[in-house]
């Protein structure tokens, strides 16, 4: 052979060998999830792929600074894979003990000018989590992330299900963004947001034969929060940071980062059913606490008047009597919300706070968040934007023996609004304080994070069934959609289970509740939250079932396990939960018609079970009922109706 063209096949070969090494393959434990990383011309991309099917073609990476840029003219390093495996417990999630088996790759780039840059991903049977880590070298060691190119390139004919990011600045006293928009399923992969702001997380598609669930975790005062832009017309989805308008326009749109740095993670749930959807932990599994618990919070269920007796009801009477209520019930807690500061008082609440602690319930008291972000007048205010106001404020409460607060009206995802809520928590921590936040955005990783959280909003909640007839008319819906997307990244904090007929005081006026009572009861289950603020009412122990009420006294609020049963985002949806070693089976059905189920139970074969729900006429009952040898049992659910099985 000539010496010539000996030397061209070698160059070639070594050519050929360079670019091949440019890339790196991560693949799940069962090998049936895999990400390829690879770096083209300088820019850096990932695809994946599940059980051999295309669920994002070939998606960007990458990032900006002010000073340093991440995005192109980068030169690959090498990588490496690493296998994990470990376990991990916390109560307050869908799961109480957590096994992790995944492969982590790692790897390492550089820039133009030598800057290093390592890419993480990890990849368990059905989760992908990955983020950028960018070591300290040599000055500069503080820069500002402005663009991140981090996108989801799905396949054509893909569809999603989305909610749209709200406009800033806008809604009732200008306290958007606040995660409160109506969910947009089963559209055309390429559809935009109807706000022309993209979309909030979490992201749920159906690729192909797989189901994907898009969100991120493990933000905290370090970073902002994100969303997705709107799609190209590729269908082809971006990493979005907040608008600049939010908070009033105040603070930066990107994230102020020290080196060494990392972002928070982004998250990928794949399966070819929604089981891999609902029972996914990806959210927590790749965090870790940040601070140790002052002492060992206590969980459970509540009540609270304002849901159905509204402003009128923050006075010193009713307040006692939903205490009684919830004594009653056998409840822990009772929320005390806006303008009790006006209506009540200091002096008088701490009276009231000690006769709750003689009837065995704990007060958690509304806050509004407010500093300058909004116009919300609510009282209290400018209680806990500030460290001074608010480390005085959580004294107080400390010593009179408040257990927990609500805090509202944030609206917005800017790097200084997540210093706020870290403040918050952390503050609440030193005072032995719980929190639940509301008008707020998607907790990222909170629960396992922030040992004191117990549970946000961010969802078009109970509140909206006293404001709009409309969405009593879709309440079914939305069940439905909650627990595969919202529900299913982080706890909820929902405040329903509705045993009125109408939505007033008295009972006898204002919207009609559309859904049946083992509806209500379904959802006391489907939506889970450590800390429960039920929607029930005095009148309800007279007027209520005595099944009904009888079944809300013991139903749970922590879990030891959840499965995915049957279902479908916009129809139907049957999950199981199980809490001090029984199982509570629950089911709601949005469509016209009635829905014949054969569920398949195995962990209560043969056993003896308490049924609720529905006859044709939409009257509820409870009965008893034998699931077969083969934990099988056949159930009817009735439109805007639900099921619950109870061990």
């Given at each position: 052979m000539n010496?010539?063209?000996?030397?061209?096949?070698?160059i070639?070969?070594?050519f050929?060998?360079?670019?091949?090494?440019?890339q790196?393959?991560?693949?799940?434990p069962?090998e049936?999830?895999?990400?390829?990383?690879?770096?083209?011309?300088?820019?850096?991309?990932?695809t994946?792929?599940?059980a051999?099917?295309?669920?994002?073609?070939?998606?960007?990476?990458?990032?900006?600074?002010?000073?340093?840029?991440?995005?192109?003219?980068?030169?690959?390093?090498?990588?490496?894979?690493?296998?994990?495996?470990?376990?991990?417990?916390?109560?307050?999630?869908?799961?109480?003990?957590?096994h992790?088996q995944g492969?982590?790759?790692?790897?390492?780039?550089?820039?133009r000018?030598?800057?290093?840059l390592r890419?993480?991903?990890?990849?368990?049977?059905?989760?992908?989590?990955?983020?950028?880590?960018?070591?300290?070298?040599?000055?500069?060691l503080?820069?500002?992330?402005?663009?991140?190119?981090?996108g989801f390139?799905?396949?054509?004919?893909?569809?999603?299900?989305?909610t749209?990011?709200?406009?800033?600045?806008?809604?009732?006293?200008r306290?958007?963004?606040?995660?409160?928009?109506?969910?947009?399923?089963?559209?055309a992969?390429t559809?935009?947001?109807?706000?022309?702001?993209?979309?909030t997380?979490?992201?749920?598609f159906?690729?192909?034969?797989?189901?994907?669930?898009?969100?991120?975790?493990?933000?905290?005062?370090?970073?902002?929060?994100?969303?997705?832009s709107?799609?190209?017309?590729?269908?082809?989805?971006?990493?979005?940071f907040p608008?600049e308008?939010?908070?009033?326009?105040?603070?930066?749109?990107g994230?102020?980062?020290?080196l060494?740095?990392?972002t928070?993670?982004?998250?990928?749930?794949?399966?070819n059913?929604?089981?891999?959807?609902?029972?996914?932990?990806?959210?927590?599994?790749?965090?870790?606490p940040?601070?140790?618990?002052?002492?060992?919070?206590?969980?459970?269920?509540?009540?609270?008047?304002?849901?159905m007796?509204?402003?009128?009801?923050?006075?010193?009477?009713?307040?006692?009597?939903?205490?009684?209520?919830?004594?009653?019930?056998g409840?822990?807690f009772?929320?005390?919300?806006?303008?009790?500061?006006?209506?009540?008082?200091?002096?008088?609440?701490?009276?009231?706070?000690?006769?709750?602690?003689?009837?065995?319930?704990?007060?958690?008291?509304?806050?509004?968040?407010?500093?300058?972000?909004?116009?919300?007048p609510?009282?209290?205010r400018?209680?806990?934007?500030?460290?001074?106001?608010?480390?005085k404020?959580?004294?107080?409460?400390?010593?009179?023996?408040?257990?927990?607060i609500k805090?509202?009206?944030?609206?917005?995802?800017?790097?200084?609004t997540?210093?706020l809520?870290?403040?918050?928590l952390?503050d609440?921590?030193?005072?032995?304080?719980?929190?639940?936040?509301?008008?707020?955005t998607?907790p990222?990783?909170?629960?396992?994070m922030?040992?004191?959280?117990?549970?946000?909003?961010?969802?078009?909640?109970?509140e909206?069934?006293?404001?709009s007839?409309g969405?009593?008319?879709?309440?079914?819906?939305?069940?439905?959609?909650?627990p595969?997307?919202?529900?299913?990244?982080?706890?909820?904090?929902?405040?329903?289970?509705?045993?009125?007929?109408?939505?007033?005081?008295?009972?006898?006026?204002?919207?009609?509740?559309?859904t049946t009572?083992?509806?209500?009861?379904?959802?006391a289950?489907?939506?889970?939250?450590p800390v429960?603020?039920?929607?029930?009412?005095?009148?309800n122990?007279?007027?209520a079932?005595d099944?009904?009420?009888?079944?809300m006294?013991?139903?749970?609020?922590?879990w030891e396990?959840?499965?995915?049963?049957?279902?479908y985002?916009?129809?139907?949806?049957?999950?199981?939960?199980?809490?001090g070693?029984?199982?509570?089976?629950?089911?709601?059905?949005?469509?016209?018609?009635?829905?014949d189920?054969?569920?398949?139970?195995?962990?209560?074969?043969?056993?003896?079970?308490?049924l609720?729900?529905?006859?044709?006429?939409?009257?509820?009952?409870?009965?008893?009922?034998?699931?077969?040898?083969?934990?099988?049992?056949?159930?009817?659910?009735q439109?805007?109706?639900?099921?619950?099985?109870?061990?």
């Amino acid at each position: 052979m000539n010496k010539y063209i000996k030397l061209s096949i070698l160059i070639l070969f070594i050519f050929s060998r360079d670019v091949f090494s440019q890339q790196a393959v991560v693949s799940s434990p069962d090998e049936q999830l895999q990400v390829t990383v690879s770096l083209k011309e300088g820019k850096l991309f990932y695809t994946l792929t599940y059980a051999d099917h295309t669920v994002l073609e070939e998606s960007r990476l990458g990032f900006i600074t002010n000073l340093i840029d991440y995005s192109e003219s980068l030169s690959w390093e090498g990588s490496e894979i690493n296998p994990l495996n470990f376990t991990y417990e916390q109560e307050k999630i869908k799961q109480a003990k957590v096994h992790y088996q995944g492969n982590e790759l790692t790897c390492m780039l550089s820039n133009r000018d030598e800057r290093p840059l390592r890419l993480v991903f990890r990849v368990s049977n059905h989760d992908v989590a990955f983020r950028y880590e960018v070591p300290e070298t040599k000055s500069p060691l503080a820069l500002v992330v402005k663009e991140e190119l981090t996108g989801f390139n799905f396949i054509e004919n893909a569809r999603s299900y989305l909610t749209p990011q709200s406009k800033p600045m806008v809604g009732w006293e200008r306290t958007k963004p606040s995660y409160e928009e109506r969910y947009e399923i089963d559209k055309a992969i390429t559809t935009k947001s109807s706000t022309g702001m993209g979309f909030t997380f979490p992201g749920l598609f159906k690729s192909g034969e797989e189901w994907v669930l898009i969100s991120e975790t493990g933000v905290s005062a370090l970073y902002c929060s994100s969303h997705l832009s709107d799609p190209d017309d590729e269908g082809n989805y971006q990493i979005a940071f907040p608008n600049e308008e939010e908070n009033n326009g105040f603070g930066s749109t990107g994230a102020a980062i020290g080196l060494p740095a990392a972002t928070p993670w982004r998250t990928i749930t794949v399966g070819n059913s929604l089981k891999p959807i609902i029972e996914t932990t990806v959210p927590y599994d790749v965090v870790e606490p940040l601070y140790e618990p002052s002492q060992k919070y206590e969980y459970g269920k509540g009540t609270w008047s304002w849901i159905m007796w509204q402003d009128n009801s923050m006075n010193y009477e009713d307040q006692k009597t939903y205490i009684d209520l919830a004594s009653t019930l056998g409840y822990e807690f009772i929320l005390i919300d806006a303008l009790w500061d006006k209506n009540i008082g200091y002096h008088r609440m701490e009276e009231l706070i000690q006769y709750a602690s003689s009837k065995k319930v704990g007060v958690f008291l509304w806050y509004n968040s407010n500093g300058a972000w909004n116009d919300a007048p609510q009282s209290p205010r400018n209680k806990m934007n500030t460290a001074i106001a608010r480390k005085k404020e959580m004294k107080w409460m400390q010593e009179h023996g408040v257990k927990g607060i609500k805090v509202d009206f944030f609206g917005g995802d800017k790097q200084e609004t997540m210093r706020l809520y870290e403040n918050i928590l952390s503050d609440a921590n030193d005072y032995g304080l719980m929190l639940v936040f509301h008008g707020t955005t998607l907790p990222r990783g909170w629960e396992r994070m922030y040992p004191n959280f117990v549970g946000s909003e961010a969802i078009l909640a109970s509140e909206n069934l006293m404001f709009s007839q409309g969405f009593n008319d879709i309440e079914a819906l939305n069940a439905t959609l909650y627990p595969f997307i919202r529900n299913t990244v982080a706890s909820m904090e929902f405040g329903g289970v509705v045993l009125n007929k109408r939505y007033n005081r008295t009972n006898d006026g204002g919207n009609h509740r559309r859904t049946t009572d083992a509806f209500q009861l379904a959802i006391a289950v489907l939506y889970q939250n450590p800390v429960q603020f039920f929607a029930l009412t005095p009148n309800n122990l007279e007027d209520a079932p005595d099944f009904a009420i009888d079944f809300m006294k013991e139903v749970p609020t922590t879990w030891e396990e959840t499965r995915f049963i049957d279902g479908y985002p916009g129809k139907y949806c049957v999950l199981a939960r199980k809490s001090g070693g029984r199982w509570y089976i629950a089911g709601v059905n949005a469509q016209k018609k009635s829905i014949d189920l054969k569920l398949s139970l195995p962990m209560l074969s043969g056993k003896s079970v308490q049924l609720y729900g529905d006859s044709q006429d939409g009257q509820s009952f409870s009965k008893n009922a034998k699931i077969n040898k083969n934990g099988i049992i056949k159930i009817t659910i009735q439109p805007n109706g639900g099921v619950v099985i109870k061990e």
